[in-house]
């Protein structure tokens, strides 16, 4: 089992910014790719973002392009989340994943390919 753990949910006006964290507990971080997923109520769990094992690849879903980016710290073992011009639509619980990397710069946009989940956090983002 590889835990982790997700911080900097809450709630935040339209228009504001947030960060989230994804810390990985394991001592191979390095060969895992990370992503994001993020599930609103009622809806089924969608990708968000993901990036490479080795953070200098990464695919962001249509929806936040221009408004979130993915980010990591190998040497911290812990991937980021920044979302700007966050819109009410973007509520939901965020969820990060690991999955084992066959290459260097993989990327996986669906959660079939992920091992290993978080408990998720919430944003909440009011109008």
């Known amino acids: 089992q590889v835990p982790l753990l997700e911080s900097g949910g809450g709630l935040v006006q339209a228009g504001g910014s947030l960060r989230l964290s994804c810390t990985v507990s394991t001592r191979t971080f390095g060969g895992y790719a990370v992503g994001w997923f993020r599930q609103a109520p009622g809806m089924e769990r969608e990708f968000v973002a993901c990036?490479?094992?080795?953070?200098?690849?990464?695919s962001i879903a249509d929806s936040a392009k221009g408004r979130f980016t993915i980010s990591r710290d190998n040497g911290k073992n812990t991937v980021y989340l920044q979302m700007n011009d966050l819109k009410p639509d973007d509520t939901a619980v965020y969820y990060c994943?690991?999955?084992?990397?066959?290459?260097?710069?993989?990327?996986?946009?669906?959660?079939?390919?992920?091992?290993?989940w978080g408990q998720g956090t919430q944003v909440t983002v009011s109008s």
């Open positions: 994943a690991a999955a084992g990397a066959a290459y260097d710069e993989s990327l996986y946009d669906y959660e079939d390919r992920y091992n290993y």
């Open positions: 990036i490479s094992r080795t953070g200098l690849s990464i």
